[in-house]
């Protein structure tokens, strides 16, 4: 069993391979690397892809990954492998991107990727910081978890989802703020599971032992 985390030099990933090795580690699951190469992509079992930063240039450094972006897609598409987005990485999923500029994204989440606009102005953007998360559909990813466990979030934009029942759970930031999305053998979570401590630990053991 072989868990791979995309590098495509888009964010920090030290912290985030050491909390899917030490998940691993506890329910035997294998594996987990870092890696910017595409047959390593290709022959996962599954694929973490995350992101920092803005959605146009997470995206463009994705398709220019040498090969990174056709055999993610494929592994996902075709191969069904089991796909976790976090962060800008969830934001990718859906069918466009309107930070700076209007960009496709993967369409596998119908939705937009909008900008957070709180209803009191006394909420700043970015929201940065711990809130509390509500489940809106049970699934596999929450054994073991319960609406109100917190998560550690960092964003300006967010993912508005158009068939409500591919957002898995939100928070509320001035308004409704999408958490986690997911169908099929997809999941996506806007907050960094990573530095989310016990929450964020479950969830990705979770998502390590999870069978679509």
């Known amino acids: 069993m072989l868990t791979a985390i995309i590098d495509y ?44 930063g803005a959605f146009p240039a997470c995206m463009a450094a994705l398709k220019g990954s040498g090969g990174l972006y056709d055999a993610m897609v494929e592994a996902v598409e075709i191969k069904a492998r089991p796909f976790l987005g976090i962060c800008v990485g969830m934001q990718l999923m859906a ?29 700043k953007v970015p ?34 989802v158009s068939d409500p029942a591919e957002r898995l759970a939100h928070v509320e930031y001035g308004g409704d703020v999408t958490a986690i999305i997911g169908r099929d053998t997809m999941l996506g979570m806007q907050f960094h599971p990573e530095k989310s401590q016990q929450t964020g630990l479950r969830l990705i053991a979770n998502f390590l032992t999870w069978t679509p």
Not at 25 to 38: C, P
């Open 127 to 160: 929201h940065m910081g711990w809130n509390d998360l509500i489940i809106d559909h049970p699934h596999p990813v929450f054994a073991d978890l319960k609406t109100g466990d917190h998560a550690y979030f960092v964003h300006s934009y967010h993912m508005a």
């Open 95 to 123: 069918t466009i991107g309107r930070e700076y500029e209007d960009t496709p994204g993967l369409d596998w989440i119908k939705g937009e990727v909008t900008r957070i606009t709180p209803s009191d102005p006394a909420l």
């Open 9 to 52: 030099e888009s964010g920090n990933l030290h912290s985030a391979h050491k909390a899917f090795e030490r998940m691993a580690r506890e329910v035997d699951a294998g594996d987990v690397v870092v890696t910017a190469d595409a047959g390593v992509v290709a022959g996962a079992d599954r694929i973490v892809l995350p992101g920092d």
